[in-house]
């Protein structure tokens, strides 16, 4: 069993709609929580961190942990084209320890 | 300031040839750290250095690989001799020291795209 479930996709929306993403984990040594954004032929790029549960807003986005039910979200408002792109889950333990890695879901925002 | 850079960006070998692998992080990052993607799967940890030291590297497959940071600056890694399941996308990433109450971001290179026939 992988420690980190996220749907690979392909997620295909509309200009403007709200897009939920989410991953599941097994792990509940986990304390830090990461959506990185992969543009193609791109490294991920950190978009969002949360520790341990709770919600954090930036901007069009937020993030969701919820620790009990092994669980964390991304949703991204008034989704733009410009948002097409591969989204990663990702977790760590601490500070500094290696990154643990979702699948990535494919987004695609359409005009 | 300039980010994470890898090279090559791609390289194709055949099967039993060796490739090195270059990465050369955000200066003043004291953690070095390498990842690779396979052909779909998740992308997964390799091992990380703390300055020129290997803090953990129990991600690295088998002996084939080997990976040193000389003084503690950029980084290569080397697979000698390359099988085809060595084949994906290998990204480096780099970190500052890390410092009690602060997030300690990984910001990611562009990533090595190795092929191997």
């Known amino acids: 069993q992988k420690e980190v479930e996220q749907d690979p996709g392909p997620l295909s929306v509309p200009e403007g709609a709200i897009v939920s993403l989410n991953c599941t984990y097994s792990n509940s040594a986990f304390q830090y929580f990461m959506w990185y954004r992969q543009y193609s032929r791109k490294g991920p790029e950190l978009l969002m961190y949360t520790y341990s549960s709770g919600n954090k807003e930036d901007g069009r986005f937020t993030a969701q942990v919820d620790k009990s039910s092994k669980y964390i979200s991304l949703f991204i408002r008034d989704s733009q084209p410009s948002d097409s792109a591969t989204y990663l889950c990702?977790?760590?333990?601490?500070?500094?320890?290696?990154?643990?890695f979702g699948a990535g879901t494919i987004l695609r925002v359409k005009s | 300031e300039a980010g994470v850079t890898q090279f090559p960006s791609h390289s194709v070998i055949e099967k039993g040839q060796t490739v090195t692998l270059r990465c050369d992080p955000i200066?003043?990052?004291?953690?070095l750290y390498w990842y690779r993607r396979v052909m779909g799967k998740e992308i997964k940890f390799l091992l990380h250095?703390?300055?020129?030291?290997?803090?953990?590297e129990s991600g690295m497959p088998n002996n084939r690989f080997l990976a040193e940071r000389t003084g503690g600056t950029y980084s290569t890694l080397k697979v000698q001799p390359a099988e085809l399941e060595d084949s994906g996308v290998y990204f480096c990433?780099?970190?500052?020291?890390?410092?009690?109450?602060?997030?300690?971001?990984?910001?990611f290179g562009p990533g090595t795209r190795l092929t191997v026939l």
């Open positions: 250095f703390v300055k020129e030291s290997k803090q953990d």
């Open positions: 990433a780099s970190s500052q020291e890390i410092v009690p109450g602060l997030h300690n971001e990984q910001f």
């Open positions: 990702a977790m760590t333990r601490g500070r500094g320890n290696k990154l643990v």
């Open positions: 200066s003043g990052h004291d953690n």
